[in-house]
T-cell receptor, first 112, second 115 residues
Framework: DQQVKQNSPSLSVQEGRISILNCDYT??????FLWYKKYPAEGPTFLIS?????DKNEDGRFTVFLNKSAKHLSLHIVPSQPGDSAVYFC???????????FGGGTRVLVKP | DTGVSQDPRHKITKRGQNVTFRCDPI?????LYWYRQTLGQGPEFLTY????????KSRLLSDRFSAERPKGSFSTLEIQRTEQGDSAMYLC?????????????FGPGTRLLVL
């Protein structure tokens, strides 16, 4: 039973445009959500997080939106840059500090 | 701050051999996590420690797997009698206990290939 799903395995976007990555979850106990970026042969790098008391969190070019009623979150990257080409994972946890449950990832390709 | 380090970065072994991986967390991070990632999948939780106490183990962690964090600093993950299905990237992460948001920071991983 996949509790966190990223239904788009890949995404291609032009440099300078917006990248929108989506993530759905089924476990209503999840209260804390994170996005990680991963390059080949490296560990995941933390990007941004959000807790369920918020519906939006922004950090530079990255914004995460959370819709608790729909059990859906999204990551917006504006503007997209070639260095953003990587695999992006969303992850969820019942509370901060607890184990993370990851989605399957979305591979993003930003074309110059 | 040097980040989470893992050793070795790559390991090739023959089926049936034992392997041990080491993880050094970020200094003063009291929580340490192990995850496993196979090709095309997201990382899956294996186990985690708060200081030297192992607080949770996944059902993925069969009796051939054991993890320790003897002094609450570095951790080791041992796999006995390796099987080809153990081939994966083994990731370690650490987080501080701040009372607020506790982000997990990952190391570069150890890639295991069982022949």
């Amino acid at each position: 039973d996949q509790q966190v799903k990223q239904n788009s395995p890949s995404l291609s976007v032009q440099e300078g445009r917006i990248s929108i990555l989506n993530c759905d979850y089924t476990n209503s106990m999840f209260d804390y959500f994170l996005w990680y970026k991963k390059y080949p042969a490296e560990g995941p790098t933390f990007l941004i997080s959000i807790s369920s008391i918020k519906d939006k969190n922004e950090d530079g070019r990255f914004t995460v939106f959370l819709n608790k009623s729909a059990k859906h979150l999204s990551l917006h990257i504006v503007p997209s840059q070639p260095g953003d080409s990587a695999v992006y994972f969303c992850a969820a946890s019942p509370w901060t500090g607890n184990k993370l449950t990851f989605g399957g990832g979305t591979r993003v390709l930003v074309k110059p | 701050d040097t980040g989470v380090s893992q050793d070795p970065r790559h390991k090739i072994t023959k089926r049936g051999q034992n392997v041990t991986f080491r993880c050094d967390p970020i200094s003063e991070h009291n929580r340490l996590y192990w995850y496993r990632q196979t090709l095309g999948q997201g990382p899956e939780f294996l186990t985690y420690f708060q200081n030297e106490a192992q607080l949770e183990k996944s059902r993925l962690l069969s009796d051939r797997f054991s993890a320790e964090r003897p002094k609450g600093s570095f951790s080791t993950l041992e796999i006995q009698r390796t099987e080809q299905g153990d081939s994966a990237m083994y990731l370690c992460a650490s987080s501080p206990r701040t009372g607020g948001v506790e982000t997990q920071y990952f190391g570069p991983g150890t890639r295991l290939l069982v022949l």
